[in-house]
Each structure stands twice: as C-alpha cells, then as structure tokens.
C-alpha cells in the first residue's frame, strides 16, 4: 500500500452487550454488534496536516486508535508508515507523537522535567537530539516555565503544553493529536497550534488531528476529513470545503448605538450583549449585503462594517443540522452521496 | 520511585508503616505459634520458614504488579491503557514502573530475613550449597509464581468489569491458607492450592524440601520442581495478559 497512511475498506466492529432486566441479562445475554467504522478509505501523504471532524461518537478516536495500532480492524486494510500499525506498534510508536486532549500521559506527581527525561529514555533519544528538541519545544511552548512544578499543579492550558511538548520530544515524524485544545486558554491553544504548524513546516512531521473545534482546523488543516457514524462524508482540501459547502458571507456591523432587535429575510441575525454588535450570515441566493445595509441603516447609525470569510465551524454546524447520509438536507445532499 | 523520594515524609512513614506492619505480623504469629506448640508437626521455627517464603514472595511481586492486579481495570475504564500502548516499552513493565516504590520493599524484606535467621538459628539448621542455590530459586520462583497470580487476575480486567473482588480473594484469603502446613487441610484445598492455582509451591513445598519434611514422592517432585513452575507459571500469565490485550485491541473494551 502507498502512502505515509492508506487504509482500504477499513471497517471496525464492537460486540457490546444488550440491555435487558436484571435476571434475563444474567441468564441471556444478548450481544449486538456497533459499526464504529464503516468501509472508511482514504490516503494521507507525508507532510499533510489533515483535520478529523465529526460530532461525538463519529469514529474519530476510534480511527485513530487504528492508525496508533491500539484497535485492530475487523476488516479491510490500514498501513502506517509502511507497515500495519497493530502489527509494528512498537516500532511505529518511536516515530509518533500523540497527544490526547482529555487525558494526561505526564507523570502525575513528578515535576514536568522528570516526566521529559523519563520520556527520553523511554524513546531512546540520543541526549544531542534531546536537547534539540527541548530547546525547540522551549522556544515555541514555554516549557521551562513550567519545568520545576509538578504536573498536578499545572494548570489545563499549562499541562496542554507541557503534553505537547513531550510527544515532540522525540522528534516524531506523525504526529497524532486527539482533541489537542479541548477545554484550554486561548493564548495556550494558540502556542500550541503554532507549534504543531512549525514542527510540520520546518520539521516535515506529518499532522492527524481530530477535533470538535473547527477554528484549530482552519489555523492548521490544509485537509478536512469529515466523518459522521464511522463512515466518510467528505474528504478534501479545507478551501475547497468551504467553498464546496460554506458559499454564504459573515458580516460583522458594528453600531454607534445599541439595536435590541433586528430580523430580515435571507440573513441569520445574532447580536452580542449589548447590542452594538451584530452578526449576519447572508444566504447569496436571497439576499444581497447592499440591501442588508440599508435595512440596518433605517434602524441604527452603522460605525462600521466588517466582511468576513464564514468560518468552517459555522458550515460544519450547518452540515449537522442538515443531518449527514440519508437526511442531508438537499443543498448538502449532492457532493458526497453520487 | 521518583515521586516518593520527592515527598520523603510520604517515603519515610511508607517505609515505617511496612516494617511495623510486618512486625507485627511476625511477632504475633510467633507469639501464637509458641502457644500452640506445633501444627501436625510444624514448630514455630517451621512454620516462620513457611510466612518468610511467602512474605518474601508477596512483597517483591506486589511492588512490581499490585498495579496490574488492582488497577488494569481503571486504567480500562478510564482510557489510559491507551497511553500505555502508545509508548514503545511493554504494558506490564509500564505499570511495574509505576508500582515500584521502594520503601514498600524495605520493611518487609528485613523484617522477613531477622525472622528467618533467627528460626534458622534455633534448629542450628545447616547450610549447604544446594540449600543456598535452592533456597534462592525457591524464593525467585516465589516472586514469579505471586507475580504471575496478579497479572493472571489484572487480566481478568479484559473480560469482565470490576474483578478486583476477585483478586483480592486470591491474594489475601487464599493466599493466607498458605501461612500454614497445608497437610492440615482437607486434601480438596490441597490439590487446588498445587495444581490449580499453584500458592502452596510459593512456600509449602520449598519448605518441605528445606525443612527435610519431605514424606511423598509428589512432594519430593514438586518441590524439586517448584522453582521451574515459577518460570513456567509467570511465562503463562504473560501469554494470559497478551491474549487480553488481544481481545482490548479487536474490542475495544
């Protein structure tokens, strides 16, 4: 199989146990079998930064656990790095960096500096290269700040960071990032997809992430794979996907005084507290922004206008209220079910 | 091991809490011993040699897999098995690493070793070479015999929910009927405690050996072998422990 990651048909079953009352579960205990992935192919090529989106229970940990070689597939094939991931786990795992956003793989009671050093011996790194990547990991994450104080005392934006720089630390070549900025300050979110950009820019890492957050992808991710019940939906270059299923305009006004209430036809209105603020996302086909403007105008004095590109959270929002699969909407429906 | 040394009030009171722990132990099993003069032939001397073995065993293999036993389960539950396997270093070395603390160790080990010198002492007992290579195969193969229990019931975690009832059972209960001459003991618990799940080839059966209270052919072979089945046992809770994983990596769960 070609590719730095290919996976052909890959499917993966769970057996989980069916619900019943007290003495029937314990005498007959049925089993019904979860689709977690579904005939999902797709090919990732060394130096991608590819986005894994999808709403809760989609697939997306799950396929990452089969490209980490932590699930085997029930069917179909996956290669990683040019071998199967379960089979050469081991091997594939001192080339790869994984940071899981919702749990912690530092050391709980030690000092983030023991959990590095640890970790150097773990991976076998050469102490030159240890270096090298900690003055790296120093340089963009702010690690030495935190080197002294255990990992129990940091807080989530600091330990995001800290895990972050510790699956660089051995400088992986993929690097596999599970909700990396869950739950996180913006100002750590931001060190750490800037970072995970450079090790992909200036280091050749290649970049599998799966989040809920569609503002990491649109920082990082030159791909999106959107995935929905374990299967595909859409699989693409983040521009074209926004092209393909955004279309409409953000359009940010800004008002000398505030409007309490404002509705027009072919535009969703959302105004921030206050009311000074308000946003629109305009439906081309019904409504023009030249019209928008003069509505808004016989109502309030407009200090400013600021046209923006919508952002892909806001079309991915869309895709999941249209529904995936058999209830797309039909505006959605067309690109992935030919 | 490092976390400890940083808090030395926690590494010094672990080391504290074990020694009185297993003094205690010690002397109160002695005190009682003594009471009762001997056991279907075990003096109190005997049957120190007996609680040494098993101690010995205990301590060491619960240091390096109490982790697996009690915890595999949690670390299922919570999804932090996962971070183990993403690591290129073994499962059960990962949580050995995360169990070893050594003031857990200490105690326990010198405690063990005074009481048995001085058993040792009171029945002049000689010292040979063979005793001195058998006796130290005999406490390894202890450590591998305990320590392929608990990886046997932390396995369990992969096919049921909560066993840790189940592990506590064998390493407390069960393993306590080992602390005394299983010759008292209906012969059902006898051969369970030989050939289903070995416990009685941890101490009994080196004790029999060193002891000279060898009466049977099967005690003799047993004894004799008892150092290879704690090879073989420990290879084969290995093979237990992987076929788990196995089953976590097709399920995931």
Redesign the interface.
């Known amino acids: 199989m070609g590719g730095f990651i290919q996976a052909e048909a890959l499917s993966l079953d ?3 146990t069916k619900g019943g009352g007290f003495f029937k579960s314990l005498f007959l205990g049925g089993h019904e079998t979860i689709h ?1 992935i579904k005939d999902v192919s797709f090919s990732i090529e060394e130096g991608e930064v590819v986005g894994l989106v999808g709403p809760n229970g989609a697939g997306k940990s ?1 396929l990452l ?1 089969v490209l ?5 597939p ?1 069917s179909g094939e996956v290669s990683v790095m040019g071998g199967d991931p ?1 089979k050469q ?3 594939n ?2 080339k ?1 960096g ?1 940071v ?1 956003g ?4 530092l ?1 709980w ?3 983030v500096s ?1 959990s590095f050093n640890l970790l150097k011996k ?3 790194v050469p102490e030159g290269v240890y270096r090298q990547n900690l003055s790296y990991a120093e340089e963009h994450l702010g690690i030495y700040a935190l080197w002294d104080v ?1 990992v129990r005392h940091l807080t989530p934006g600091q330990r995001a960071l800290a895990e972050t720089g510790a699956a660089s630390v051995h400088g992986p070549r993929l690097l596999i990032l599970d909700e990396p900025a869950s739950g996180i300050d913006i100002s750590a979110r931001r060190r750490i997809m800037e970072f995970v950009k450079r090790l992909n820019r200036e280091r050749d890492a290649t970049v599998v992430m799966a989040t809920h957050y569609m503002n990491d992808t649109d920082e990082l991710c030159g791909r999106v794979i959107l995935i929905d019940h374990g299967s595909i939906v859409a699989d693409m270059p983040l521009g074209a996907f926004r092209q393909r299923y955004g279309g409409r305009r953000a359009i940010k006004v800004d008002l000398n005084a505030p409007m309490v209430e404002f509705s027009i036809e072919g535009a969703a209105a959302s105004p921030e507290p206050g009311g000074l603020t308000w946003r629109f996302r305009l439906d081309p086909g019904r409504i023009t922004m030249g019209r928008l403007i003069d509505a808004i105008s016989e109502r309030a004095e407009i200090a400013r206008v600021t046209v923006e590109d919508e952002r892909t959270e806001d079309i991915v929002h869309e895709i999941y209220l249209s529904g995936l699969g058999d209830n797309l909407a039909p505006e959605y429906a067309e690109p992935w079910m030919e | 091991m ?2 400890r040394r ?2 030395r009030f926690t590494f010094y009171a672990g080391i504290f809490a074990n020694f009185y722990s297993y003094f205690v132990t010690y002397a109160l099993f002695w005190v009682i011993a003594t009471r009762f003069g001997n056991i279907d032939g075990w003096g109190v001397e005997d049957m120190t040699v007996l609680l040494g073995f098993n101690a010995l065993a205990y301590s060491v293999s619960g240091v390096l897999f109490s982790y697996a036993a009690y915890q595999l389960d949690n670390e299922i539950v ?3 098995l ?2 183990y ?5 073994g499962i059960l070395q990962q949580m050995a690493c995360r169990s070893f603390v050594v003031d857990a160790l200490i105690g326990p080990i010198f405690v063990t070793v005074v009481f048995m010198v001085v058993a040792f002492e009171r029945i002049s007992y000689q010292i040979t070479a063979f005793n001195f290579i058998y006796l130290a195969a005999a406490v390894t193969s202890g450590i591998l015999i305990q320590s392929g229990a608990m990886i046997i019931l932390g396995s369990l975690s992969f096919w049921s929910v909560h066993p840790q009832k189940i592990a506590s059972v064998v390493l407390t209960e069960m393993r306590a009927l080992t602390n005394l001459p299983l010759s008292i003991f209906p012969d059902f618990v006898r051969r369970g405690l030989t050939y289903a799940l070995p416990l009685a080839l941890v101490n009994y059966y080196p004790s029999l050996m060193i002891m000279r209270k060898v009466e049977t052919n099967e005690e003799f072979v047993i004894g004799l072998l008892s150092p290879l089945a704690g090879v073989c046992f420990f290879i084969f809770s290995i093979y237990v422990f992987s076929a788990g994983l ?1 089953r976590y ?5």
């Open positions: 769970y057996v989980a977690a799950t656990k980490l070689g932590i699930l085997a029930t379960f786990r081991r091997d795992s001192y790869t994984v899981f919702h749990r912690s793989q050391w009671d030690l000092p023991d773990i991976y076998k255990p | 490092r976390s940083i808090c919570s999804g932090n996962d971070s396997l993403v690591r290129p270093m196995r990596s097709s399920s995931g769960a």
